[in-house]
């Protein structure tokens, strides 16, 4: 079983190389390529989810370890890693299939996928490395990705989005390397589980490369105050990427790592689970308030984003304090699965309301709210799909969004922090705001007179069937709130990260 883990790596890798040669002979290669292996890794993913419980390490090269350091890279799946290989592979099987129709009008149809493929699988080769100087380098090759796709356009306003986003992504990088160096200058180890063993508990050195990881992570994770980038380069890509960077990109390069270091390598600390928190609060809360006033669909939806990653950090915050206080692991867990339930969550509705944001300018030419209007009738599977989401990402019942949420709040109001469910309800009910605003500014309010109804139609097939299984998916997600779901899905994604030492012990044994 082990043997599956590379696949996650090799096939994107496998497929963009492929592409790269025959799609220059064979029309529409790419897009097919890639579909079909999304798929196939979708359902390693289940597979892996349902069937095989155990965490499972794959290692690549190294045949006996060097003065006990394990040299070998590792690539570790436990209950964690499932959760965002899940989101990777379901939303981008997704939106490449949005992709079909889409991508028609670009020239350099083939580059994409060849980029998207790349894209892929440095997030892969993200949640999966066990050592953090190969997270680094599919870092990289996720963001160089993702650079050249928020200009794929080649527009000014994309150029310049990207180029925002590169320097800001280099400082990530820079920021992120100098942690990597600093840790491996103390420790003499790049694997994630040794260095656990290894790093002393406390103390400058440890908070210095703490806050050098979260100043780096956080601008990859477009958190507050690191999020300047995010609203050009989500706003200004194709919709398709701009689907994949909030839905599943800032996730799987930024919140998975901070995680992933902040329970399974560093010794949780108050101060820092303190200090993460609060930036999450701020992310939930400014993000929000930012949204309200903006009249670019995109730009909306972007510094959404922001505010809905401050959820997932609060309800993990939440669990980092309760645990690092030596509080209940019960209330703890509940904080914790409440992120993880939004993380998953909120890679289906916001990967959904990018869809429909794309629709609209796909067919209108335009995402600005004041010109438009009066879509209802002439796009209802745009119209509605687009409502479910924004139900959804709301906290109304029965979707998703809304039982995430409510776990979150119950978590904190147990854990003794009103004032973080008293702000939690409350950006909440910003959010309702904003969303009913778009959904009114976009689809209704206007005559739909105004409209050219030979040109305003709805989106070709492939676009649309992308829009509704998504939707479907914001229904359905809702049966996660259920124990026997809940069990299978979350539960071992929460054990993985409040059994600190267990991953240590379960990689190498020590």
Known sequence: MNSLVPLFILIPLGSAMIMSILGRFIKNFGKYLITLALLFLTGITFHLIINVPEVLVYKVGGFADVGNIPVAIYLVIDGFTKILLLIISLVGFLVALYSFSYTTQYTAERKFYILFSLMLAGMYGMVVSGDIFNMYVFLEISSMAAYALVAF???????????????????????????????????????????????????????????????????????????????DAHSSAPSPISAMLSGVLIKAIGIYVLFRLFFNMFALSYELSLAITVLGVLSMIIGGLLAIGQWDIKRLLAYSSISQMGYVILGVGIGMLV??????????????????????????????????????????????????GGLAELMPVTSGTSMIASLAISGIPPFNGFFSKLIIIIAAIQAKYYTLAFLAVLVSIVTIGYFMKLQKFTFYNKDKKIWDKAKIKEVPFSMALSMILLAVLCLGMSLLAIPQFRDIFLQPAVKALIETVQYSVTVIGN
């Open 153 to 231: 356009g080649l527009e000014k306003h994309q150029l310049e989005a990207s180029f925002k986003y590169q320097v800001l992504g280099g400082v990530a990088s820079m920021l992120i390397l100098m942690g990597i160096g600093f840790i491996y200058w103390q420790t003499g180890t790049l694997n994630v589980a040794d260095i656990a063993t290894q790093l002393p508990v406390g103390g400058v050195f440890i908070k210095f490369v703490a806050v050098l990881f979260i100043v780096g992570f956080g601008l990859k994770a477009a958190i507050f105050p690191f999020h300047s980038w995010l609203p």
């Open 323 to 372: 645990l690092s206080k030596g509080g209940s692991q019960v209330i703890a867990g509940f904080a914790i699965m409440g992120g993880l339930f939004h993380l998953l969550n909120h890679s289906v509705f916001k990967g959904l309301l990018f869809l429909s944001a794309g629709a609209v300018e796909y067919r209108t030419g335009t995402r600005d709210m004041k010109k438009l």
